[in-house]
Nanobody, 125 residues
Framework: QVQLVESGGGLVQAGGSLRLSCAAS????????VGWFRQAPGKERESVAA????????YYADSVKGRFTISRDNAKNTVYLQMSSLKPEDTAIYYC??????????????????WGQGTQVTVSS
């Protein structure tokens, strides 16, 4: 099992950039696939990006493709979400989630066993 904590959220102007971090403790994150999800007011939770345990396989939602980059530094037990060209519609609470290496990248939150508390991202227009 692993404990996850997100950080790096905040207020940014449209077109700006922000980097979110997902730090793990309890167990090494190197054995876990990690996904980023977000939930905006009045909307359902949606998958944003995912990365497999070794970092050589990634997934991006169409809405963020080309603007967001997911990466990991297993030596630091951390997964990152670099967000650029931010839009007001990116405003949401962002969560990271982990699951023991499964062989595929899941876009459903139900597939993930461990969740952080979330970090707020607000993009002003």
């Amino acid at each position: 099992q692993v404990q996850l904590v997100e950080s790096g959220g905040g207020l940014v102007q449209a077109g700006g950039s922000l980097r979110l971090s997902c730090a793990a403790s309890g167990r090494t994150l190197s054995m876990y696939d990690v996904g980023w999800f977000r939930q905006a007011p009045g909307k359902e939770r949606e998958s944003v990006a995912a990365i497999n345990w070794s970092g050589d396989n990634t997934y991006y939602a169409d809405s963020v493709k080309g603007r967001f980059t997911i990466s990991r530094d297993n030596a630091k037990n951390t997964v990152y979400l670099q967000m650029s060209s931010l839009k007001p519609e990116d405003t949401a609470i962002y969560y990271c989630a982990g699951v023991y290496r499964s062989g595929i990248l899941y876009t459903s939150g139900d597939a993930y066993d461990y969740w952080g508390q979330g970090t707020q991202v607000t993009v002003s227009s």
